[in-house]
């Protein structure tokens, strides 16, 4: 056989098997992962556009690039799909907005910049800043021109001494009365941005927070729109020192940089002065609330928890294709060597992973409910609902990286030695979702916030006062102290949750209210108390996957699809909660009263479930509906020839294209002919 014809134009058996046997319709299951029959189909429609004539060996292969190189593949991939995006809205809808650039951060886009999109935090974060900062004529002047990508820019918050606390960030800004323009520093060499990515080498403009300053008294974080490059040569303007961090575990073709500022000016007008304002003779305007300096990043976890539930899906589909066409270790001597699926123990590494995938899509579709709500209540002056979706973005956040990170490697585990190879993408999906364990704010401070909020939550409660929908169940648990009879149906399973996350939350209020009546200042007990903060911000994330997941599959939604798929779903939800009920049960039996029999039962209906699912496990990760481009996996085609898809990724790689490498004749040969 030769390289061009080692893989087979057929599906592998084994896989086509699992897919004639599955129990429901893998396109209904897909038109509800996209929502709605009409979502799928255009996103189908307009991913087969973007993917066409895109070389996918030269993806397999981007690992074997060097850094240089593989920063320019990426702005090659990243410009493409922007001039595909451009060409296609010309032809459908000239003059809109509806596919250029709205379309650039979308799904759609996956795979086609397999190192990560230089110039994605310019329209996921950059844009959205922009248009929720700028006053109409800043937007008119400047938004707009980043938006058409007439520019491109980064969002440069984080520094080398400063990451998640804001307050810290060392960048200043000083206003200059006599020329109406704010001078702006990088005083040592920890106020350096970092991180920030596509500002190394993809940037011309940044949207920089820095502290404000005006006759030197402390304004607190302020966003400036700044120029870091000429637009024509894009040699760095003067002050400016600005270049790659260098090679990192992920994102590699991110191109993140550093920054630093030296008595770089630019016009007041360039401070986003939607909220707070600085007038020409230096008198400041506040913000009606601090929290909307930071809206960007409330965003951004938002998109963090959708597409992390994405990347814990896509492994999914990789790992749970590979258990079906690996056949190993014969359950009974006498027999065939079975596929890896029907083992247990291999379910056990899929099958939760597919349910918890499932789980964060389903809260994430909450969290963006609510975020449009409070939009449009910004919008009208109210900021009442900031707090709880701060609090819901960061729980979700949390609960979405570290699951989706410590599900993805245990799904690489599932895939053997061969889930260690490059080619099989579970490194670089790794590497995409334990990335947002830390971005975005780092995982421990996002839950030491939400136990403040708990706290306050928690006080209020006991004052009577009324508490927003998702820490409802405080009150309720204050006025019923009780849990009553575990019965384990998904009902009381969610109740146990909730009841399990209020009383961790009762015990760190009440250790905080200890520590405060010793004297200890709020500030030092709030940190002495972080352990129980944190124990009771999780619980208080996941009660409410528990309770979003259970909502979709029970709820009224339930009567619009087939009864195959709803038993599918069932049995989705039923491993969900049962799994994470397992996991939390040292947690749950503090507060509530489980016997040997119910725990028992718990682990009876844990195998009975894997069995359930067992049959239709390829048709499920069928319908996440990825493309073999978006997977970027030799082991988790949709033809199953995993065998000689490796083999052919092998035999392309450069090392292997000269026979005999260079070191031969040049260190090897000469060494073993010397008489040292």
Request: charged share 20%; aromatic share 10%.
């Given at each position: 056989?030769?390289?061009?014809?080692i893989i087979p134009?057929?599906?592998?058996?084994?896989?086509?098997k699992?897919?004639?046997?599955?129990s429901?319709?893998t396109?209904e299951?897909a038109?509800?992962w996209?929502?709605g029959?009409e979502?799928?189909k255009?996103?189908?429609?307009i991913r087969?556009?973007m993917q066409?004539?895109v070389d996918h060996?030269?993806m397999?292969?981007l690992?074997?690039k060097?850094?240089v190189e593989i920063?320019?593949f990426?702005q090659r991939?990243?410009i493409?799909?922007?001039?595909?995006?451009?060409?296609?809205?010309q032809?459908?809808n000239?003059?809109?907005?509806d596919?250029w650039?709205?379309?650039?951060d979308?799904?759609?886009m996956?795979?086609?910049?397999p190192g990560?999109?230089p110039?994605?935090?310019?329209?996921?974060?950059?844009?959205?800043?922009?248009?929720?900062q700028?006053?109409p004529?800043q937007?008119e002047e400047f938004?707009k021109r980043?938006e058409?990508f007439?520019?491109c820019?980064t969002?440069?918050q984080?520094?080398l001494?400063?990451?998640?606390?804001?307050?810290?960030?060392?960048t200043?800004a000083?206003?200059d009365?006599k020329?109406?323009e704010?001078v702006?520093?990088?005083?040592?060499?920890?106020?350096y941005k970092?991180?920030?990515?596509?500002?190394?080498?993809?940037?011309?403009?940044?949207?920089?927070?820095?502290q404000?300053y005006?006759?030197?008294?402390?304004k607190?974080p302020?966003?400036f729109?700044v120029?870091?490059?000429?637009?024509?040569t894009?040699e760095?303007?003067?002050?400016v020192?600005?270049?790659d961090?260098?090679?990192?575990m992920?994102?590699?073709g991110?191109n993140?940089?550093?920054?630093?500022?030296?008595?770089?000016r630019?016009?007041?007008?360039?401070m986003?002065?939607?909220?707070a304002?600085v007038?020409?003779d230096?008198?400041?305007?506040?913000?009606?609330?601090n929290?909307?300096?930071y809206?960007?990043?409330?965003r951004?976890?938002?998109?963090?928890?959708?597409n992390?539930?994405?990347?814990?899906?896509?492994a999914a589909?990789?790992?749970?294709?590979?258990s079906?066409?690996?056949r190993q270790?014969?359950i009974?001597p006498n027999?065939?060597?079975?596929q890896?699926?029907?083992?247990?123990t291999?379910?056990?590494k899929l099958f939760?992973?597919?349910?918890?995938?499932?789980a964060?899509?389903?809260a994430?579709?909450?969290?963006w409910n609510l975020?449009d709500v409070t939009?449009?209540?910004?919008?009208?002056?109210?900021?009442?609902?900031?707090p709880?979706?701060?609090s819901l973005?960061?729980?979700?956040k949390?609960t979405?990286?570290?699951d989706s990170a410590?599900g993805?490697?245990r799904?690489?585990l599932g895939c053997?030695?061969?889930?260690?190879l490059s080619s099989?993408?579970?490194s670089?999906l790794?590497?995409?979702a334990t990335?947002?364990c830390t971005?975005?704010?780092?995982n421990?401070?996002?839950?030491?916030?939400?136990?403040?909020?708990?706290m306050k939550?928690?006080?209020?409660?006991?004052?009577g006062?009324?508490?927003?929908?998702?820490?409802q169940?405080?009150?309720e648990v204050q006025?019923n102290?009780?849990?009553?009879a575990?019965?384990?149906s998904w009902?009381?399973?969610?109740k146990?949750?909730k009841y399990?996350?209020a009383?961790?939350?009762r015990?760190a209020?009440?250790?905080?209210s200890a520590r405060l009546?010793?004297?200890?200042t709020?500030?030092?007990?709030a940190?002495?108390?972080?352990?129980e903060f944190?124990?009771?911000?999780?619980?208080?994330?996941?009660?409410f996957?528990f309770?979003s997941f259970t909502d979709?599959v029970?709820g009224p939604?339930?009567?619009?699809?087939?009864?195959?798929?709803?038993r599918v779903?069932?049995n989705l939800l039923?491993l969900?909660l049962v799994?994470?009920t397992?996991?939390?049960m040292?947690?749950?039996?503090?507060f509530?009263?489980?016997t040997?029999?119910d725990?028992?039962?718990l682990?009876?209906?844990l195998?009975?479930?894997?069995?359930k699912?067992?049959?239709?496990?390829?048709?499920?990760v069928d319908?996440?509906d990825?493309?073999?481009l978006?997977l970027?996996?030799t082991?988790?085609?949709?033809?199953?020839?995993a065998?000689?898809?490796m083999f052919d990724?092998?035999?392309k790689?450069?090392?292997?294209?000269k026979?005999?490498?260079?070191s031969?004749n040049?260190l090897?040969?000469?060494?073993m002919?010397?008489n040292?």
């Amino acid at each position: 056989m030769t390289s061009a014809s080692i893989i087979p134009a057929s599906v592998n058996p084994d896989l086509q098997k699992e897919r004639d046997g599955a129990s429901f319709s893998t396109e209904e299951f897909a038109a509800w992962w996209a929502k709605g029959e009409e979502v799928l189909k255009f996103n189908r429609e307009i991913r087969a556009y973007m993917q066409k004539d895109v070389d996918h060996g030269e993806m397999l292969q981007l690992q074997a690039k060097s850094h240089v190189e593989i920063n320019e593949f990426s702005q090659r991939c990243a410009i493409e799909a922007a001039q595909k995006l451009r060409r296609l809205q010309q032809e459908r809808n000239p003059g809109g907005d509806d596919y250029w650039p709205k379309l650039y951060d979308h799904p759609v886009m996956w795979g086609l910049v397999p190192g990560g999109n230089p110039f994605g935090v310019m329209y996921v974060m950059l844009v959205k800043a922009l248009q929720a900062q700028c006053t109409p004529e800043q937007y008119e002047e400047f938004g707009k021109r980043v938006e058409r990508f007439e520019i491109c820019g980064t969002y440069a918050q984080t520094e080398l001494g400063h990451g998640t606390f804001l307050r810290g960030l060392e960048t200043r800004a000083d206003f200059d009365p006599k020329t109406d323009e704010f001078v702006l520093n990088t005083p040592k060499i920890s106020s350096y941005k970092w991180w920030p990515g596509g500002l190394g080498h993809s940037s011309n403009h940044c949207l920089v927070m820095a502290q404000l300053y005006i006759n030197n008294q402390f304004k607190g974080p302020h966003m400036f729109f700044v120029q870091v490059r000429d637009e024509e040569t894009f040699e760095p303007l003067p002050g400016v020192h600005i270049g790659d961090i260098g090679k990192k575990m992920g994102f590699i073709g991110v191109n993140n940089g550093f920054l630093g500022l030296k008595n770089v000016r630019i016009p007041r007008t360039r401070m986003l002065m939607r909220h707070a304002k600085v007038n020409a003779d230096g008198t400041y305007i506040s913000s009606p609330t601090n929290v909307l300096t930071y809206f960007a990043m409330v965003r951004t976890r938002c998109v963090i928890a959708k597409n992390n539930a994405f990347v814990l899906a896509a492994a999914a589909t990789i790992a749970t294709r590979y258990s079906a066409v690996r056949r190993q270790s014969p359950i009974n001597p006498n027999e065939r060597e079975p596929q890896i699926m029907d083992h247990v123990t291999q379910q056990m590494k899929l099958f939760p992973e597919i349910a918890t995938s499932l789980a964060y899509n389903l809260a994430s579709d909450y969290l963006w409910n609510l975020y449009d709500v409070t939009l449009k209540d910004i919008e009208n002056g109210k900021y009442e609902r900031l707090p709880e979706l701060h609090s819901l973005s960061c729980a979700l956040k949390v609960t979405c990286s570290s699951d989706s990170a410590a599900g993805v490697e245990r799904l690489r585990l599932g895939c053997g030695g061969h889930g260690y190879l490059s080619s099989s993408n579970m490194s670089n999906l790794y590497v995409l979702a334990t990335a947002a364990c830390t971005y975005e704010g780092e995982n421990t401070v996002l839950l030491l916030q939400i136990g403040r909020f708990l706290m306050k939550s928690w006080r209020s409660a006991l004052s009577g006062a009324p508490l927003v929908p998702t820490v409802q169940y405080l009150a309720e648990v204050q006025k019923n102290p009780e849990f009553g009879a575990w019965t384990g149906s998904w009902e009381n399973m969610v109740k146990a949750m909730k009841y399990t996350a209020a009383n961790k939350t009762r015990l760190a209020f009440k250790s905080l209210s200890a520590r405060l009546s010793r004297g200890e200042t709020e500030e030092n007990a709030a940190n002495h108390t972080g352990i129980e903060f944190t124990q009771a911000a999780e619980l208080h994330g996941r009660a409410f996957v528990f309770s979003s997941f259970t909502d979709e599959v029970t709820g009224p939604k339930s009567k619009t699809r087939s009864a195959s798929l709803n038993r599918v779903l069932e049995n989705l939800l039923e491993l969900y909660l049962v799994k994470e009920t397992l996991n939390q049960m040292s947690n749950l039996l503090r507060f509530i009263q489980l016997t040997d029999t119910d725990l028992r039962g718990l682990q009876d209906r844990l195998e009975t479930v894997l069995t359930k699912l067992r049959p239709d496990a390829v048709a499920i990760v069928d319908g996440f509906d990825f493309s073999d481009l978006q997977l970027n996996s030799t082991l988790g085609s949709f033809d199953g020839n995993a065998y000689e898809r490796m083999f052919d990724a092998a035999l392309k790689t450069p090392m292997n294209l000269k026979s005999v490498p260079a070191s031969f004749n040049e260190l090897l040969k000469p060494f073993m002919k010397s008489n040292i």
